[in-house]
């Protein structure tokens, strides 16, 4: 399963891997982001246990500047997407029969050595901003859009805040 947002770079600025199809509600909150600011990206199916040599492919054979692993339970995906390259990865731990507590685990105990950044429980949403973060060091424009949307984000609560005190 494959699907992208096209964007002025060669390839897409951002590879999310999988760990199985469950976890696609969690990388939608990561693609409305990218889509909302235009960041390419392509996303894949791919297991740590299941599939190693696709994993390892799929991280071989890409051109991304950053990649996101979202995979709960053992959650090793985002540790051997790391292993196959020296670009951020950032962790995405799903909920699930512990509430994300040991796919959380597994993916801030990472090794030395091999890194791997990781965000809240089922925060796709919090990867693609950090993975926008990560690019808007080289991008001035994504730089304004993420600013823009710091904006846009503290006129909600605003409105949010009015709306409560007039009951």
Known sequence: MAGS??????????TI???????REVGELAIKIFRELGISYIWRVASAHRTPEKVEEI??????KVFIGIAGMAAHLPGVMASHTIQPVIAVP???????????LSTVQMPPGIPVA????????????????I???QDVGLAVKLKEYRKMMKVK???????????
């Open 17 to 23: 891997i999988m760990g199985s199809l469950s976890d």
């Open 94 to 104: 799903v909920s699930g029969p512990m509430k994300g507590l040991d796919a959380l």
């Open 118 to 133: 990781t965000v809240g429980v089922d925060r796709g949403d919090n990867a693609a901003l950090l993975a926008a973060e």
């Open 59 to 64: 991280m071989e054979n890409s051109d991304s």
């Open 5 to 14: 947002n096209s964007g002025s770079r060669a390839g897409p600025a951002v």
């Open 157 to 167: 609560v605003q409105a949010q805040d009015e709306k409560l005190r007039k009951g």
């Open 135 to 137: 690019l808007a060091l």
